[in-house]
């Protein structure tokens, strides 16, 4: 019974997730998220940690290890790497250039930082890319990235991060599941119908992630209208940007290596870690986190979109 509803909440993903962030932010607003204390933040932070390893351990469990130390497509992470710290970089600073908003400047040079989000690798899983090049593209971006930000921040905003901090959050998000899905793999015959199921869970997770990331900042939304309206704007241009530049990038490599390639290389540039961006500026740029609560809005729900117009020219 719980397949066959998850199997009809993949076919609908995009109508899922915008649901599923509507609920989460009324809900959210009618119980006072705000109000509801440290200790129900604390069971939070708890409870996202296995969810993000039930969504990433089913398609880890698909990359044999040695697919990622081969790397066979050198060429093609570089290129990934390269347009993922110039192309919205410098999106970001336009946007700064046009508004003169430090804190908008702030919020999108993080997203930057930290390409490849938490879902990267779910989604190319679930239009049946190439796993083991996304993983080995997620771990060189936010091992730069984390390197980058601590110098970028540090020299031009005073702000003091521990490198090791953010590597020690990579490796708890990133080799965690991995080790785990190694078990699976050994344990479980990786059949078709177990695919299938194993997708279902991913799904669970990442739904149940997206509405605790929306129930948690529902409050900062409703408390922040002017900024939320204002705001919208320019993150929907940061991310038509970044949207139009890796739909041409898909296109290329689509061309020049395979399918699966294509849609790995779209959704290794698309996808940006709010979660990181969000935990730095809670941190050390609390005026930014109204914008980056507005990229999970933004982000996901085209994501779903984009996901359903790639299954149509995809064989599942």
Known sequence: MFFEVMEKVKKKLFVAVIIDISIALILGKLLNSSALGESNASIFKIIVLPLIYLMLIPPMSNIESKEIVKLKSKKLILATLIINFTVPPALAYAIYCLTGNVHLFIATLLLSLFPTGSMTLNFVHLCHGDEALAM????????????????????????????????????????????????????????????????????????????????????????????????????????????????????????????????TAFYTTFLKNITISLGLSALLFPASIIYLVLAYIVQLPTASYLYHRFAKNTKF
């Open 136 to 263: 080995a593209t997620q771990i060189f971006s936010l091992s730069i990235g984390a390197i980058m930000a601590t110098v970028l921040l540090g020299v031009f905003f005073s702000a003091k991060i521990s490198f090791l901090s953010l590597i020690e959050k990579v490796a708890l998000v990133l080799a965690g599941p991995f080790i785990i899905s190694r078990f699976v793999r050994r344990k479980v015959e990786i059949t078709g119908e177990v695919k299938k199921k194993m997708k279902s869970l991913s799904i669970l997770g990442m739904l149940s992630i997206i509405f605790i990331s929306g129930f948690e900042k529902s409050a900062l939304i409703f408390q922040n209208t002017k900024y939320f309206i204002s705001g919208m704007f320019y993150i929907l241009a940061f991310y038509g940007g970044v949207l139009l530049t890796a739909l041409i990038y898909k296109s290329i490599v689509s061309k020049k290596f395979g399918a699966k390639e294509g849609i």
